[in-house]
């Protein structure tokens, strides 16, 4: 394991974990841990990296909706990283949640098993989602359901009003990261949770090198995807020590994935369709061709054991502190 000193000059000074907590990853314990490999650029070369346009939102929101019956069957181990964060929450008694980009209701329905939701508010600029959100949620009359149709940055929470606030693989959707993570810590009640997961920088190395092999080359907008789309961990330790949150944990798992091109096609296409086939600036039948190619070249660069790549998650855990 690779650790690296960190804190905010208050508080939190820990080592970022490399593996899910509780499982062998401490400094005495190393059973379990995975070796971080550095796979062309990461976070620690923090000047590649950059917010996603404000301009793209409209048309992420667009592709969210176009994806959102197919989204839970292309992107399952998205969920399986919602549990782990769910179950990493410290206890406590709470009943009022906030779910920033909630999707299909993954994250506020894994809350529910563990703490006693009563009310849940889902924020999510996609109809589609957001409809997928309050029929899931029919299944559970005790939790009162609030929907907003809003972006992170347009929400309508009132402070100090949550108990248990969660972004799961959303906020590298979110043009300012900051703000969004400064909403969040701002709608927590005393003794209130924030529990964040995203995709981390790093990941889906491997689908840009197939992309950048193909000629004519791709729009250098989608290669751009990989740097933007991406979360690393420091700006989220930095978004986080910009509140006035207790860091409790921060942690990475990597994971070498080998599966089948069309999975990684299907998961590509449930999340990012609109941001590649509808590029602003290019003609869509000439996007649908760069697309054809990539799907070659990733099927080209498959081998016995599926394609091969990596998937980088970043976990953090923070608490409002209780007042008096
Ligand atoms: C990959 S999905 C994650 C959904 C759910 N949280 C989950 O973990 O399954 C990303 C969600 O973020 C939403 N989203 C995109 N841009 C957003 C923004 N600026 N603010 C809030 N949500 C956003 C999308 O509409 C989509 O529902």
Redesign the pocket.
């Known amino acids: 394991m690779r650790g690296r000193s960190h804190g905010c000059g208050r508080g939190f000074r820990g080592r970022y974990r490399y593996g899910p907590p509780g499982v062998g990853c401490g400094e005495d314990d190393p059973v379990g841990c995975r070796a971080v490999w550095r796979i062309g650029v990461t976070d620690t070369d923090p000047g590649v990296y950059r917010d996603p346009p404000a301009a793209l939102?409209p048309i992420?929101?667009a592709g969210?909706d176009a994806s959102a019956e197919e989204?839970e069957d292309a992107?399952l181990a998205?969920?399986r990283g919602?549990v782990r964060l769910v179950a990493a929450l410290p206890d406590g008694e709470h009943t009022r949640l906030l779910?920033?980009?909630?999707?299909?209701g993954?994250?506020t329905l894994a809350a529910a098993k563990r703490f006693s939701i009563h009310e849940a508010i889902g924020?999510?600029?996609?109809h589609e989602?957001l409809e997928e959100f309050r029929h899931k949620l029919t299944a559970h009359p005790e939790i009162a359901v609030e929907i907003e149709d809003?972006?992170?940055?347009g929400m309508q929470v009132e402070p100090a009003s949550v108990d248990l606030a969660l972004?799961?693989?959303?906020l590298h959707?979110?043009?300012d990261r900051k703000g969004?993570v400064a909403a969040m810590a701002r709608a927590l009640r005393p003794g209130g949770l924030l529990g964040l997961?995203a995709p981390a920088a790093g990941s889906d190395h491997a689908l840009y090198e197939a992309m950048r092999s193909i000629d004519p080359p791709v729009p250098p907008e989608w290669l751009e995807v990989e740097h933007r789309f991406y979360v690393p961990e420091q700006e989220l330790e930095d978004a986080l020590c910009r509140t006035d949150l207790e860091i409790i944990d921060i942690w990475v798992e990597e994971r070498r994935r080998h599966v089948p091109p069309e999975q990684l096609i299907a998961r590509v296409l449930a999340?990012g369709h609109d941001v590649l086939l509808k590029t602003p600036g290019y003609d869509e039948n000439e996007l649908a061709d760069r697309w054809d190619d990539t799907v070659a070249a990733l099927k080209a660069a498959t081998g016995p054991r599926g394609f091969e790549y990596t998937f980088r998650k970043v976990f953090a855990v923070a608490r409002r502190a209780r007042s008096g």
């Open positions: 939102v992420v929101a969210f989204y992107v998205n969920l919602i779910d920033v980009g909630c999707g299909t993954w994250a924020v999510d600029p996609s989602m809003a972006t992170a940055a972004s799961t693989m959303t959707w979110i043009p969004a997961l999340v």
